[in-house]
């Protein structure tokens, strides 16, 4: 840590605390994975003690999610990485060196901090085990053996700087190479599942499983000082927050950041705590910036998020779903349409159609609803569509004989003979939203699957127990709910 860099850190938060600008929210982002959340917290604390309205809308995904939100403007700053800037944001361009990235990057309406003070760099790793047995010293010595499993992480296997353009570098072509989720690939390596991983360097998991960093002798990766990108136009509406940005400058060397890292990964402290503990050491006061929730004061709040979701997604699913399963039963032509559609919409995976929605909608709530919303338009289209259908020719012919009109015919007769299996589309509808709405929490719709996420990201089963137990109890009072309406509005001579 330097120390040198209190002051200037402290004049930079009183000057932005006596600014004298009406306050603007501020929203900082963060990716999925320990390092960044840290880094967030740090950045949020110190708009914070700055006097500004901040928020943290953390573990939004990887690096593509991060950018487009902060030049969509959904947030305002998070933190990155010059490698991962000029590399996987920039695509590499000619000519774009450390000297001129801040100049790039203002074309494109984005500011960036001077560096953090560490630099965290990818590197690959195996078990001391392993390196010791195979002689392995470099990452070229991985050449002599492609019978080695590798195990990378999900945005390494296919982005500019990762394992496309590093096994074209270094030759490799191993017999097996599977993307997996950063924490739990240490956690495989270290079972012996996998052999060979990609770890930044900062991470404490590499002292913790004793684990060796192979040299990277042809250079490939590099340097990857940490920063905060920020959008320009916060200028003019919270300059003290990029002042507080800047202020951490210089500040966090990476023995610093390692311990912080192990801090939250291994230690069980929270990265607000962490962060407020690193700023208390420079001498920022953050006091009235952490405010730690009880366990039942984020059960609540989290269980809240995820009715909103589900209530809404499956309030647009009936008024839409239901007419569209009369019409297609109703008329055969466009029937068919009708059921290859969000039957093809059901076929997409969860979490494909909510990346999807994305460059629609931008993060939050919004795509999540949406997702959800088009998600279980299929099983009350279909159960609907069925039970009309399934209704005898004798019935039908009867309720002609009455001389009804369509609609009283619909209303009266039609419609209540195939209320139980409409219902039970409702039903599965309601309990696969419940489930999947969880998902939502990777593009900051937060809800239950908030604790999930964090819950894998720390091994802590305690916080992955704190989002699946409530929601498994959300989906069985959604099924007792919704069966006691079936017995209420269904004819009783129709009860299964």
């Excluded at 003690?49 to 928020?55: N, R």
């Excluded at 909103?308 to 019409?327: E, H, K, N």
């Excluded at 019935?395 to 139980?420: F, M, N, Q, T, W």
Aim: hydrophobic share 50%; net charge negative; glycine share 12%.
């Amino acid at each position: 840590m330097s120390a040198g860099r209190t002051p200037a850190l402290l004049l930079l938060v009183a000057l932005a605390a006596c600014g004298g600008r009406a306050p603007e929210n501020v929203v900082v982002g963060s990716k999925a994975f320990t390092e960044s959340v840290t880094l967030g917290e740090l950045g949020r604390q110190a708009i914070g003690a700055a006097g500004l309205p901040v928020e943290h809308r953390r573990e939004l995904g990887g690096t593509r999610i991060l950018w487009n939100a902060l030049r969509g403007g959904e947030i305002d700053a998070y933190p990155d990485y010059t490698g991962t800037i000029r590399q996987e944001i920039l695509g590499n361009p000619p000519g774009v060196t450390a000297a001129n990235l801040a100049d790039t990057l203002r074309a494109l309406g984005v500011g960036v901090t001077a560096p953090l003070g560490f630099d965290n760099t990818y590197v690959l790793g195996v078990t001391r085990a392993t390196a010791a047995r195979l002689g392995l010293v470099t990452i070229s010595d991985l050449r002599d053996h492609p019978d080695l499993t590798f195990g990378f992480s999900n945005e390494f296997m296919d982005r500019a700087d990762g394992w496309p353009s590093l096994r074209r570098a270094y030759g490799l072509a191993p017999n097996r190479a599977r993307g997996m989720d950063h924490d739990l690939a240490y956690r495989a390596l270290d079972s012996g599942a996998i052999d060979v991983i990609d770890l930044y360097s900062t991470d404490a998991e590499i002292d913790f499983y004793d684990l060796v960093a192979l040299d990277d002798d042809r250079g490939h990766f590099p340097a990857y000082q940490a920063v905060f990108l920020y959008r320009l136009d916060l200028h003019e509406r919270a300059p003290a927050a990029i002042e507080a940005l800047d202020g951490l400058a210089g500040s966090i060397d990476e023995a610093s950041m390692i311990r912080m890292n192990a801090a939250v990964k291994l230690e069980g402290e929270t990265s607000d705590g962490v962060a407020a503990g690193f700023l208390a050491e420079l001498g920022v006061d953050v006091d009235e910036a952490v405010r730690e929730r009880s366990r039942w004061a984020r059960i609540v709040g989290h269980t809240g998020d995820h009715l909103v979701l589900v209530l809404i997604s499956m309030a647009l699913a009936l008024v839409t779903a239901l007419p569209l399963g009369i019409l297609a039963a109703k008329r055969a032509g466009p029937g068919r349409v009708i059921l290859g559609v969000v039957g093809a919409i059901y076929t997409i995976p969860a979490l494909a159609l909510l990346v999807f929605m994305i460059p629609l909608l931008g993060i939050g709530a919004a795509p999540a609803v949406v997702a959800l919303w088009l998600y279980s338009l299929l099983p009350i289209v279909r159960n609907t569509h069925q039970g009309l259908t399934d209704i005898p020719r004798a019935l039908r012919e009867s309720a002609d004989a009455l001389g009804l009109s369509s609609v009283a015919k619909l209303g009266r007769i039609e419609l209540p003979l195939a209320a139980p299996s409409i219902m039970a589309g409702i039903k599965t509808a309601v309990v696969i939203n419940i489930g999947t709405a969880t998902l939502g929490a990777l593009i900051g719709a937060g809800g239950l699957g908030q604790p999930i996420l964090t819950g894998i990201r720390l091994a802590d089963t305690g916080l992955i127990l704190e989002g699946a137990v409530p929601a498994a109890l959300l989906a069985l009072a959604a099924q007792a709910l919704f069966d006691g309406l079936e017995r209420w509005l269904v004819p009783k001579g129709l009860h299964l």
